[in-house]
């Protein structure tokens, strides 16, 4: 198992920057592709971005190609998300999982808890 938990999230302003954190146990973590999804109230979880283990490549939501980088550390087991230039539309619970590098949330088997990321206009 992949034991996930995020952290980072909070109110911010339209323009600011958030760094979301999850931290994993478990010894397969460098074996295991990490995403990001996100849901706002109301809707359905999306897809945000997404790492491969090894040759890293990183994917994008078009909504946050630009803005968002995704990066993870071995050593730390953890993976990150950078948000910049943050919209209200990023409002969202943020949510990290661990499972095949792909952008459908069915395919991943483990999830965090997630964090409230809220932009005020």
């Known amino acids: 198992q992949v034991p996930l938990a995020e952290s980072g999230g909070g109110l911010v302003q339209a323009g600011d920057s958030l760094r979301l954190s999850c931290a994993a146990s478990?010894?397969?973590?460098?074996?295991?592709?990490m995403a990001w999804f996100r849901q706002a109230s109301g809707k359905e979880r999306e897809f945000v971005a997404s790492?491969?283990?090894?040759?890293?490549?990183?994917t994008y939501a078009d909504s946050v190609k630009g803005r968002f980088t995704i990066s993870r550390d071995n050593a730390k087991m953890t993976v990150y998300l950078q948000m910049n230039s943050l919209n209200p539309e990023d409002t969202a619970v943020y949510y990290c999982?661990?499972?095949?590098?792909?952008?459908?949330?069915?395919?991943?088997?483990?999830w965090g808890q997630g964090t409230q990321v809220t932009v005020s206009s």
């Open positions: 999982a661990a499972g095949p590098n792909s952008r459908r949330s069915e395919d991943y088997n483990y």
């Open positions: 478990g010894r397969t973590f460098s074996m295991t592709a």
């Open positions: 790492i491969s283990r090894w040759p890293i490549s990183n």
